[in-house]
């Protein structure tokens, strides 16, 4: 894997801190890291999957709305951080690894570096009680 840029190496670093979980992507949304409160609700363990290109990661959890559509991977919040650079925020269910259903909020944002330089984006995000 090529070396990265030190703000998605910082960015990864922060995200392993924190005890919300979250997603980390570069500018093609390929997954770099999510942390070990995302695997609780992911199902799935980072290790295992390691990175995966976006058009894995968007729908191997099968993400829908309240009316049970699925939604694409452009409807999803990180995707659309992605295309407009710039904050997103909204929530969906998807059903984990371990066949649970998970409604989550989540709100991404652009990670850009100095000066004007788009590098990717951050995802955190929480689950909602019923």
Known sequence: MPAQPLELIL???????ISLP???VDTEGNLLFYNESAETVFGLKFGE???????????????????????????LPLV?????????????????MQGRDEHIQVTAFPI????DRFLGAMAIFWTLDE
């Open 11 to 17: 960015g990864r670093q922060f995200i392993d801190t």
């Open 22 to 24: 979250a997603f980390l």
């Open 49 to 75: 999957t390691g990175g995966m290109r976006v058009e894995e990661w968007a729908t191997i959890f099968t993400p829908y709305n309240e009316k049970g559509e699925l939604i694409s991977p452009e409807g």
């Open 80 to 96: 659309q951080t992605l295309q407009t650079k710039k904050p997103t925020s909204g929530s969906f269910f998807f059903k984990n």
């Open 112 to 115: 850009i570096a100095r000066p």
